[in-house]
């Protein structure tokens, strides 16, 4: 008879059930308060491009004007579908996200046990159900937006590359890069790190390694590739041309800060994990007292990276944490503002839990003496509550986005397709959820969709980009605070109202002030949303 402990599928089965419980409690307690929606505006970026896809066949925001304004076309793809067959589309795209996010807490599970493949499976599943509850993750599974998926893809081909199984590796990361271009770094890795090793070994590949590292990238990365030549001359999205300029909104609208985003993650990793990663509350907080599990977690690092060094460290685990790295690299060189790539640094969470997992089996394997042992569990307890009170704190936060969406974007798009001209053409930096609603020609003024709006940006001249689109109205993002530069002057629309147009105030849409304390960074930062007509001067 098969005990509990040797049972093979039982500690996969809890891995997976932490991580689909995560999402649903969240859903459960939040739905009745504040109803479902998604909680990011790019996810209804998505939406439209799929609606348009199911409706025209085509990747359109406005519907007759080409576009590769779009990451993930694969997602989109398959959002598409839900649009085809009438599905609702908040219902839809969180489902879709509640299991990739059970997906790739079994690629995380997966993954770490290939690191120490004749020890107790119960060490994958800690590392699992940690990684799980991170907040920043949950909220991942229920932002209708590609990012668990594409992370599983990633976690999926590291850990295929660790067993040998070259097709399922080559699959999963070509598989990525549609559904985030940086994806690339995946392919590029696994096909240098092939090159050297049939150069090394003198050898010839095999049918596998063809496959997964040739084969694989061509079927799914080639037309992704040609789309967007076609289409707007460079290989990739144009989304990569709209968030270069945000660095003008750290610290003064003239001064760029750069290596404070991302790359925290290597050089202040401590801080990186409490202010982002666990966030700041009371659970976490206490934690501190009893086990830091920082601490735990550069143990594991460093000790990882030694062993990598000295090419002592599973291949699979070698290889996630390399991608970790340049992919930081990646978001540290083209969004250089901390937070900015929040929700495209999961490769973070996964390689912090499963860090503290690794530092903590390397503490029991120094501690001999049996009373000692027990040091390393107790680390590994705090951390796991450590990461509730994180799940905790995120679940409000989470509840904050959908608010914040719903009461202000969403009611500002409803608005102006009840009261403005079917011609019209508005103007809008958030141009997910508004745009879906408002059913209007829109224009992007964070240059997502159009690559000439960058020098309008860089410029801070949009207000000459506006005119050059001929639009009729402007809704921006405001708010009055001495401690945050308003959306507005980074565009540089106060410097030219009157100069070059006139605003016509129409309607205001704002946050509830009665609401209780707002944790959320999104919403305290722009809690109105304004709509103008603008009137354009002579010249």
Not at 276 to 287: V, Y
Request: aromatic share 14%; charged share 15%; net charge positive.
């Amino acid at each position: 008879m098969t005990t509990t402990t040797e049972n093979k599928k039982l500690p996969l089965a809890v891995a997976l059930a932490v991580g689909a419980l995560g999402p649903v409690i969240w859903l459960a307690t939040v739905i009745p308060g504040e109803g479902l929606n998604l909680p990011s505006d790019d996810a209804w970026i998505h939406q439209v491009f799929a609606r348009n896809l199911a409706r025209e066949g085509r990747y359109e925001y406005n519907p007759g004007e080409r576009s590769t304004g779009v990451t993930a076309p694969l997602w989109t793809m398959v959002l598409s579908e839900t649009h085809f067959l009438g599905l609702p589309p908040r219902a839809a795209a969180v489902t879709l996200t509640v299991g990739s996010h059970v997906l790739w807490v079994g690629a995380v599970y997966w993954l770490v046990l290939g690191i120490w493949p004749g020890r107790p499976r119960w060490w994958a599943t800690l590392a699992a159900c940690i990684f799980a509850l991170f907040g920043p993750v949950t909220w991942f599974s229920v932002s209708g937006m590609e990012t668990s998926l594409f992370f599983a893809m990633a976690t999926l081909a590291a850990a295929a590359f660790g067993r040998g199984r070259h097709a399922l590796a080559g699959f999963a990361a070509a598989a990525a890069v549609p559904l985030r271009p940086e994806g690339a770094l995946l392919v590029a890795m696994l096909f240098a790190w092939w090159v050297i090793t049939l150069i090394r070994e003198r050898r010839r590949a095999n049918a596998g390694e063809v496959v997964g590292y040739v084969a694989m990238p061509l079927l799914f990365n080639a037309p992704f590739v040609i789309q967007n030549w076609l289409v707007s001359g460079v290989p990739f999205p144009t989304t990569y041309f709209g968030r270069h300029w945000l660095y003008l909104g750290t610290v003064s609208p003239d001064t760029r800060i750069v290596w404070s985003g991302p790359l925290i993650l290597a050089f202040y990793w401590y801080r990186y994990i409490y202010v982002w990663m666990l966030g700041q509350n009371d659970l976490s907080n206490a934690m501190k007292i009893l086990s830091d599990p920082t601490v735990l977690s550069q143990i594991g690092l460093w000790a990882a990276v030694i062993q990598l060094v000295r090419r002592r460290l599973n291949a699979g685990f070698a290889f996630f944490i390399i991608w970790v790295v340049l992919h930081n690299v990646f978001y540290g060189l083209i969004l250089p503002n901390f937070g900015t790539a929040g929700r495209y640094e999961g490769c973070n969470f996964a390689l912090f839990a499963i860090a503290i997992v690794f530092g903590a089996h390397l503490i029991l394997t120094w501690v001999k003496e049996s009373p000692f042992k027990i040091i390393p569990y107790v680390f590994l307890a705090a951390a796991l509550v450590s990461a509730a009170g994180s799940y905790v704190h995120w679940r409000m936060m989470y509840s904050d986005n959908v608010h914040h969406i719903t009461t202000v974007h969403e009611a500002a798009g409803k608005w102006v397709a009840r009261n403005l001209p079917a011609d019209a053409r508005v103007a809008a930096f958030d141009i997910g959820v508004f745009g879906y609603y408002a059913g209007r020609y829109t224009i992007d003024v964070g240059g997502l969709l159009d690559r000439d709006a960058d020098k309008y940006l860089r410029t801070k001249t949009m207000s000459r980009y506006l005119k050059k689109k001929d639009a009729d109205y402007v809704v921006m993002m405001e708010i009055n605070s001495p401690d945050i530069i308003p959306l507005p002057e980074r565009l540089g629309f106060y410097r030219d109202e009157g100069k070059v147009f006139q605003l016509e105030f129409l309607k205001s849409w704002n946050l509830n002030p009665g609401r209780r304390r707002w944790i959320n960074v999104t919403a305290i930062a722009y809690p109105r949303l304004s709509i103008y007509k603008i009137h354009f001067l002579g010249g």
